[in-house]
């Protein structure tokens, strides 16, 4: 089983539209988690940290359910400028610093 | 503009070349990463270098050689490679702990 799974996509959707993308992680000692966003040909980008409480930034709302260990992004009102890989992240931390482990990421395309 | 910057951002070379990857972090941080993008899969962690000593070597084969003289630069020699390593060579950095990475712009390498 992958460490952090996704949904490969591509999600096809209207410009206006609500997306949602989940992410499942399988290490229960992992403590940090976030979207990032990669643009074709581009290197990843940090989207935003995801809290257990859940958070909102703009359009986007990011949720962590650690008991049944998945994450999710919500987005509002899609725009054209949406249409991106959407990379679920998670990290721990062990003796050798920050380990990161990124899923392989869900395809967004966004249509007019 | 990151804060990361890699050059070259495109190599070709043949399997007897030697090359190396540049990279070089203006944001005070005492971490560095390289990780490897190929098509169709996530993004694999190869080294870890936590204030310039490396803390994690994910079984990457020994053609590829990092060096870190300091907390701002990280190298990737190159040598030997196979057309399997084509790939994106991408380098980040971030604070020790659990945090968010700051990638550079990538080194679209292709091996003949």
């Known amino acids: 089983r992958k460490e952090v799974e996704q949904d490969p996509g591509p999600f096809n959707v209207p410009e206006g539209a609500t997306v949602a993308f989940n992410c499942t992680y399988s290490?229960?000692?992992?403590?940090?988690f976030f979207w990032y966003r990669q643009d074709c040909r581009k290197e990843p980008k940090l989207l935003m940290s995801v809290y257990s409480s859940g958070n909102e930034d703009g359009r986007f709302t990011a949720q962590l359910n650690r008991a049944s260990q998945y994450i999710s992004l919500l987005i509002r009102d899609s725009k054209l400028s949406d249409s991106a890989t959407y990379l679920c992240v998670v990290t721990r931390n062990n003796n050798a610093g920050n380990m990161l482990t990124f899923g392989g990421g869900t395809r967004l395309m966004v249509k007019p | 503009e990151t804060g990361v910057t890699q050059t070259p951002r495109h190599l070709v070379m043949g399997m007897t070349n030697k090359k190396s990857l540049k990279c070089e972090q203006h944001l005070g941080h005492n971490a560095m990463y390289w990780y490897k993008q190929s098509a169709k899969k996530p993004l694999e962690l190869m080294f870890v270098?936590?204030?310039?000593?490396?803390?994690e070597n994910n079984s990457v084969p020994s053609r590829f050689s990092p060096e870190c003289p300091n907390s701002s630069h990280l190298f990737l020699h190159l040598h030997t490679l196979q057309p399997e390593d084509s790939a994106l060579y991408l380098c980040?950095?971030?604070?020790?702990?659990?945090?968010?990475?700051?990638f550079g712009s990538g080194t679209q390498l292709s091996v003949l």
């Open positions: 270098y936590n204030f310039k000593e490396q803390t």
């Open positions: 290490n229960s000692a992992s403590q940090s």
């Open positions: 980040a950095s971030s604070q020790v702990g659990p945090g968010k990475l700051f």
